[in-house]
């Protein structure tokens, strides 16, 4: 995940591997190879890195926060952009600070606690799992950027579907469905 940054000799890219049993993910694993990190969790068991024990953010305020927004253009539709960049007004007039690798780096921040939360309106399913079982597994909330529970059923058919995620800290997470929902 972020093969531009890697292609680029950006540090900020990672291996990711999730697995569903039926729809729900049930484990994951983030490697960030320049760091020398691999994080790894299955919701309800916890989640390390390179072995010790993590947890999301225990900030409850959003503007203490640091907080990632994953954005891609679209070309093809730039209303859809100038719509996203008005959601990222909102939440940057809310946080301390606005992040983004746009790759698995920002899911582990968030794991660890570094970063509060994070959100991304355009992936696909393979960006989401692993690091939904991560987040979670360290104690974080995650779902599609409405707030919805995400579908991964029959996931071999979602291949060109899109993907959305808003997740981080609980009370993070809350908060910023606040700001997504206000608009």
Not at 121 to 147: H, L, P
Request: with cysteine; net charge negative; aromatic share 8%.
């Amino acid at each position: 995940d972020g093969t531009s940054n890697f292609a680029n000799a950006v540090p900020t890219y990672g291996v990711m591997m999730g697995l569903l049993e039926g729809d729900k993910p049930i484990a994951g694993g983030i490697a960030l190879p320049s760091f020398n990190e691999v994080y790894v969790g299955a919701p309800g068991h916890g989640a390390t890195c390179n072995g010790d024990p993590i947890h999301v953010s225990t900030e409850t305020q959003l503007l203490s926060s640091l907080v990632v927004y994953e954005i891609d253009g679209h070309q093809e539709q730039p209303d859809l952009t100038y719509s996203e960049a008005n959601i990222i007004a909102r939440i940057v007039l809310g946080i301390r600070n606005l992040r983004s690798s746009n790759s698995a780096f920002d899911a582990a921040l968030i794991a660890r606690g570094a970063y509060g939360a994070g959100m991304n309106q355009t992936s696909k399913i393979w960006d989401n799992v692993a690091q939904q079982a991560v987040i979670e597994a360290a104690g974080g909330t995650y779902t599609d950027f409405w707030g919805k529970p995400i579908d991964y059923s029959k996931p071999l058919t979602k291949a060109e579907a899109n993907f959305t995620g808003c997740y981080g800290a609980p009370a993070l997470h809350r908060a910023i469905q606040q700001i997504v929902h206000q608009g």
